[in-house]
């Protein structure tokens, strides 16, 4: 079983920054993309951005220019820097990782996730 471990969530104030980091318990080699989302209360879980294994990356529109993700492969680690926080940004963040597996001779991917870190954005 596949564990991803988040940390770096907290409360900031509004125009602050906060990095978030996600360890996956699998060897780099079969990680696929990794990436961040998040839910609000009341809310679904939205997409926030994600990372390929060769570092290509894709943000949703509202996070363009102030967050930034990235992964170091030989640490299993993706992480999500935050700036210019806003408090519309509280939610609970929460890791993905697609996990490559091979069937006989056919390549699948299984969706892991993180239990989640709150982020709080509040003066």
């Known amino acids: 079983q596949v564990q991803l471990v988040e940390s770096g969530g907290g409360l900031v104030q509004p125009g602050g920054s906060l990095t978030l980091s996600c360890v996956a318990s699998?060897?780099?080699?079969?990680?696929?993309?990794m990436g961040w989302f998040r839910q609000a209360p009341g809310k679904q879980r939205d997409l926030v951005a994600i990372?390929?294994?060769?570092?290509?990356?894709n943000y949703a529109d509202d996070m363009k220019g102030r967050f930034t993700i990235s992964r170091d492969n030989a640490k299993n680690t993706v992480y999500l820097q935050m700036s210019n926080l806003k408090p519309e940004d509280t939610a609970v963040y929460y890791c993905?990782?697609?996990?490559?597996?091979?069937?006989?001779?056919?390549?699948?991917?299984?969706?892991?996730w993180g239990q989640g870190t709150q982020v709080t954005v509040s003066s």
């Open positions: 990372v390929g294994s060769s570092g290509n990356t």
């Open positions: 699998e060897s780099a080699g079969s990680i696929g993309v």
């Open positions: 993905n990782a697609q996990i490559m597996r091979l069937r006989g001779s056919t390549w699948y991917s299984v969706d892991y």
